[in-house]
């Protein structure tokens, strides 16, 4: 549930609005080089009139994703992202489709992007670069909800005339982010936004930002980022924030983060912060706290299989800690493959060095592959030699046995995902189910 409410520059009030959204996301693996799809479904319901009162946005009355009014999306059921991706030589990855760049946190520029992007990972250097058109609801880009508003004026005077134009914002912008010792990142970037009508004359909005984090204390971390335009309006935006205890997918059992930010309308495209004031205009004091147990089988995994394979993460009772473990149920068939996969939203792991579960293997001695990623690139642990038994195991993992599928080294400061993956071994197709409980990082 998300419940956003700011005020709009230029408006003569508050404006709140109430909305319920469900997202389902699909990834598909193409080859063993590292290549996959990845695509999403929005699906949302919106009012103004106030809690649980939402009903479906259609037509004129939606939120429009897109170019112009003939081209409207009933936002009920919204194609959200749709990108490939994968490696292309040694360091370099390459994502093209409709895709959210990313670039410094999302921080500046996070809006979805019909185009195409390029990553390169020299050890704790990190090279952007993408370009493309932007695809994203105007409201959401605007310092109003109604219109897009940028330089401190409606678009050709309103809403109306916004989309009967048919926005199309070209965008691109690059970054070079570094990481040092896994107490301290810094990057720096630039981003670009243009459209015939956004501004006058046609011009450029050109915004350089620079982002920052750094571990105060071993449960203590700062970190921010400034950007700057060239319109003189709202030409400046910022976030810093303290964190305690890092993010819920850590080990720690309660934590949480005080910051201060200002999103000013001419120094972002759209930023990435996703809280009630991620509407340009805004400004003041953001709080937020989590209590969970810590371990990553809180929350939802998503699935990723080869043709006629399936998996299914179910919660079971086999478990050494807590009421429930994680039921692994895979189908798979003659070469293919099923996977479950937790997104870790980048968790920084510097403090850890290996990852550890208990284990409850089916004997059917197939594949079985623990993964992890870091900086686009997959990180492997094959433990086939293990899924021939079926006696509970404590298994520990540190980083260092895992092999990047591209020669990179594994950077335990930004965690993306962790995920299990079994491949066939032999002609004969396999239904069957192993058990993980406790998985978590450990020193």
Known sequence: MNNNIGRGVGSTGSTAWWEKELWLGLDAKVNDQGWGVHSGIDTKWGTSKGFNEEEPLEGDAGDQYGGNSDNKHDVTFSLYTLNASGPIFKGADLTFGLFQPGLQNGYISNARTKGAKLSYHNGKTQFHVYGGRVYGKYGDLASTWSAFRRGGAELNGGADSATGHGLALDNWGTSIEYRSDGRTSAGIGYYALKHSDAYENGDTLGIVGVNFSRKLLPNLDLSGFYSH?????????????????????????????????????????????????????IKGFDFESYYGDGSLLKGAYSTNCGAGCAAEPLLSERCENGEAGLDFHYTINKGGYAGVIKSLKGVNWSDYNAIQFWITPDGKGQKLIIQTNSNGEDFEVDLTELAKKTEPQLVTLPFSQFKGKNGGAFDKSVVQHFAVYCNAIGDAPVDSHMYFDDIHAVK
């Open 229 to 281: 335009g060239n319109k003189h309006y709202q030409n400046k935006a910022y976030d810093i924030r303290l964190t305690y205890n890092g993010s819920e997918w850590g080990q720690k059992p309660w934590g949480a983060w005080f910051g201060y930010r200002y999103l000013g309308s001419d120094a972002q495209i759209m930023s990435g912060i996703d809280n009630a004031a991620e509407h340009p205009g």
